[in-house]
């Protein structure tokens, strides 16, 4: 059976940082990209930020709203993928959903892009 297990989430006061997990089984990920998500209430999921595999050069790509406080990594090894998350503000509050897909380039921004999904953990920044 094929999971994502995100962890990390929680409470943290504006500008501060959190870093969420994402582990995988039951597959090898370390060809796939990975993707981060996010859902807020009443609003529909969007992109955060993808990480290609290390084959096709781990590229990174990111949401605007998040680029230069936000850093997606992973390991191979371990079958994770992080989200390092800084100077955090209320504007980033929502659930955080990994994913995974073996598709690459521009549609890794997608959801539907995506073949996998964690069940996602909720990130609440409060001002």
């Known amino acids: 059976q094929v999971q994502l297990v995100e962890s990390g989430g929680g409470l943290v006061q504006a500008g501060g940082s959190l870093r969420l997990s994402c582990a995988g089984s039951?597959?090898?990920?370390?060809?796939?990209?990975m993707g981060w998500f996010r859902q807020a209430p009443g609003k529909e999921r969007e992109f955060v930020a993808a990480?290609?595999?290390?084959?096709?050069?781990?590229?990174?790509y990111y949401a605007d709203s998040v680029e230069g406080r936000f850093t997606i990594s992973r390991d191979n090894a371990k079958n994770t993928v992080y989200l390092q998350m800084n100077s955090l503000n209320a504007e980033d509050t929502a659930v955080y959903y990994c994913?995974?897909?073996?598709?690459?380039?521009?549609?890794?921004?997608?959801?539907?892009?995506?073949?996998?999904w964690g069940q996602g953990t909720q990130v609440t920044v409060s001002s």
């Open positions: 990480i290609t595999s290390t084959w096709l050069a781990g590229n990174t």
């Open positions: 039951g597959r090898i990920f370390s060809r796939d990209t």
């Open positions: 994913a995974a897909t073996p598709s690459s380039g521009a549609r890794v921004i997608t959801t539907t892009t995506y073949n996998y």
